[in-house]
């Protein structure tokens, strides 16, 4: 099964493009609900899909340390989930990444490093740390007050600067990093 950027809306199996909801016997499903993608299977696991750049996966507890790769393996210490695949610990999550990787595909790239990469001053993150742009998600009175408590907002904060700095303030950048953090 395949969910892509590229189509939306729509799933492949087995190489072939389906519409959504697409059911297979019992053993998975395949629907839309909300602007997420959902796979549910019949060992529920769970992958959604916001069709842009966010992906989550939800597997349950008989997995725990059955796991590897990008969903690390799953015994809940954070400290040990950058595992390569050759078995050594990442130095960094690029480096992590790249190790899992099963394919190359066309525009993606490893990141950048130095001085090829844009880098915004602080000064112009400012400007996105504000109310009117990421500052919302961590905005004591504001319409996410409720979900602090819960999910801490900061690291989503932060993305949400460094993202809308490098795309200079362009609003679909800043909704999906808000979305994220609605999402999780």
């Known amino acids: 099964l395949v969910l892509s950027q590229e189509y939306p809306h729509k799933i492949q199996v087995n190489g072939v ?33 916001d ?63 130095g001085s090829n990469c844009p880098a915004c001053e602080e ?10 742009y990421c500052g919302i998600l961590i905005k004591r009175d504001g319409p996410f007050r409720r979900c602090h408590g819960t999910i801490d907002p900061a690291s989503y904060f932060d993305d949400c600067v460094f993202d809308t700095c490098q795309y200079h303030g362009q609003h679909d950048t800043l909704c999906n990093a808000i979305s994220t953090y609605v999402a999780a």
């Open 51 to 113: 069709w842009n750049s966010y992906a989550t996966v939800i597997i349950p507890n008989t997995y725990v340390n059955a796991t590897c790769g990008l969903c690390g393996n799953n015994n809940l210490n954070p400290n040990d989930d950058l595992t390569l695949r050759n078995g050594g610990q990442a130095t960094s999550i690029s480096q992590f990444a790249e190790s899992w990787k099963v394919a190359e595909v066309p525009g993606c790239s490893v990141g950048c490093t």
């Open 17 to 49: 493009f389906v519409n959504l909801p697409f059911y297979q016997e019992s053993k998975i499903k395949a629907y839309i609900s909300g602007a997420h993608a959902f796979i549910r299977t019949d060992f529920d696991l769970t992958v959604t899909f």
């Open 123 to 132: 000064a112009q993150k400012q400007t996105y740390k504000g109310d009117r």
